[in-house]
């Protein structure tokens, strides 16, 4: 069992920067793939960053060039990292990782969510 656990997200305003954090405890065999998605009020979840393990790391044009996804393996930490925040960018944001257990099964966790507020 794996859990995930995110910091809180927080009220910045409009061209403001915050980070995010995604903290995984429990037994990993490994971390195939780790994202983050969003979810606003009245709209579907959505990616905003999703990356492969020793792959490619994709980010819809809503928010590229302005978030950045990374990994602590040390830390078994995953962040997001996301500068000029718009309006538009308020959300709930959940982090999201595919690990391999020690069992050898593909299962994916994901976090408690981080109210992300923009004001403008």
């Known amino acids: 069992q794996v859990q995930l656990v995110e910091s809180e997200g927080g009220l910045v305003q409009a061209g403001g920067s915050l980070r995010l954090s995604c903290a995984a405890s429990?037994?990993?065999?490994?971390?195939?793939?780790m994202g983050w998605y969003r979810q606003a009020p009245g709209k579907q979840r959505e990616s905003v960053a999703f990356?492969?393990?020793?792959?490619?790391?994709t980010y819809p044009d809503s928010v590229k060039g302005r978030f950045t996804i990374s990994r602590d393996n040390a830390k078994n930490t995953v962040y997001l990292q996301m500068n000029s925040l718009k309006p538009e960018d308020t959300a709930v944001y959940y982090c999201?990782?595919?690990?391999?257990?020690?069992?050898?099964?593909?299962?994916?966790?994901w976090g408690q969510g981080a109210q992300v507020t923009v004001s403008s």
């Open positions: 990356s492969i393990v020793g792959g490619t790391t």
């Open positions: 999201m990782v595919v690990v391999t257990t020690s069992s050898r099964s593909t299962v994916s966790y």
């Open positions: 429990g037994t990993i065999f490994s971390l195939n793939a």
